[in-house]
T-cell receptor, first 112, second 108 residues
Framework: NAGVTQTPKFQVLKTGQSMTLQCAQDMNHEYMSWYRQDPGMGLRLIHYSVGAGITDQGEVPNGYNVSRSTTEDFPLRLLSAAPSQTSVYFC???????????FGPGTRLTVL | GQSLEQPSEVTAVEGAIVQINCTYQTSGFYGLSWYQQHDGGAPTFLSYNALDGLEETGRFSSFLSRSDSYGYLLLQELQMKDSASYFCAVDSNYQLIWGAGTKLIIKP
C-alpha cells in the first residue's frame, strides 16, 4: 500500500494563479481532509469529506475548493492564489473521521 | 471559541521521562489525539483517548480527564529520535482542532 500520496511536493505560484493539489489514498478510507500548517503553528482544517460526493468546510475554507468524486481522490483547488496561502498543505485520511488519521508527505506551496 | 493550550517547548535529558500537557476548550468533544511531527515531516499518529484514563503504547502513554478538559502525553526512556514536535488535537464532530504544538528538545 502506498498510503496517502500528494503531488506536487513543492510548488511556486504567482499571485492570481490557480492550481490543484492532488491527494490520493489506497486504504479505502471514507474520511479525507485537507489541512494547512503555517510556521510554528498547528494544523488548520480547510475542507473535509466523509465519503464520495460529500464535502464540508473546515476552519479556514476561504479561497479553496474541493470535490470528492471517488473514494480514492480528494483534490484541493486554489482558485486565485494569494501570498497568505503560502503554507505547507497536508492531506489525511481515516476510516471514520475519528481517531487515527494517516497523513500524506505534504505540499510546500509558495505564492509570490 | 475553540482552543487548545500546550507548552511551546519542553527540554529533557536522554533516558528521562517527560510529560506534555494539553488543556482544551471546544464546542464538541469525541476524543483527544496526539501526533508527532519531525522537522520537515508529516504528522504521525501516536495515541487516541475517547474515555477517561490512561492508554499505554510502548514507551508512550496518554491520559484524558474529560471533566477537567485536560490530557497529557507521557514519554518514557527518552531517546534522541524522540526530538520532535508533539501536537494534541481534539476530535470535534469530524473536525480535528489542533494545538500549536510542543517542541521537545532532548539533551544527551
Amino acid at each position: 500500500n502506498a498510503g496517502v500520496t500528494q503531488t506536487p511536493k513543492f510548488q511556486v505560484l504567482k499571485t492570481g494563479q490557480s492550481m490543484t493539489l492532488q491527494c490520493a489514498q489506497d486504504m479505502n478510507h471514507e474520511y479525507m481532509s485537507w489541512y494547512r500548517q503555517d510556521p510554528g503553528m498547528g494544523l488548520r482544517l480547510i475542507h473535509y469529506s466523509v465519503g464520495a460526493g460529500i464535502t464540508d468546510q473546515g476552519e479556514v475554507p476561504n479561497g479553496y475548493n474541493v470535490s470528492r468524486s471517488t473514494t480514492e481522490d480528494f483534490p484541493l483547488r486554489l482558485l486565485s492564489a494569494a501570498p497568505s496561502q503560502t503554507s505547507v498543505y497536508f492531506c489525511a485520511s481515516s476510516y471514520s473521521g475519528q481517531g487515527m488519521q494517516f497523513f500524506g508527505p505534504g505540499t510546500r506551496l509558495t505564492v509570490l | 471559541g475553540q482552543s487548545l493550550e500546550q507548552p511551546s517547548e519542553v527540554t529533557a535529558v536522554e533516558g528521562a521521562i517527560v510529560q506534555i500537557n494539553c488543556t482544551y476548550q471546544t464546542s464538541g468533544f469525541y476524543g483527544l489525539s496526539w501526533y508527532q511531527q519531525h522537522d520537515g515531516g508529516a504528522p504521525t499518529f501516536l495515541s487516541y483517548n475517547a474515555l477517561d484514563g490512561l492508554e499505554e503504547t510502548g514507551r508512550f502513554s496518554s491520559f484524558l480527564s474529560r471533566s477537567d478538559s485536560y490530557g497529557y502525553l507521557l514519554l518514557q526512556e527518552l531517546q534522541m529520535k524522540d526530538s520532535a514536535s508533539y501536537f494534541c488535537a481534539v476530535d470535534s464532530n469530524y473536525q480535528l482542532i489542533w494545538g500549536a504544538g510542543t517542541k521537545l528538545i532532548i539533551k544527551p
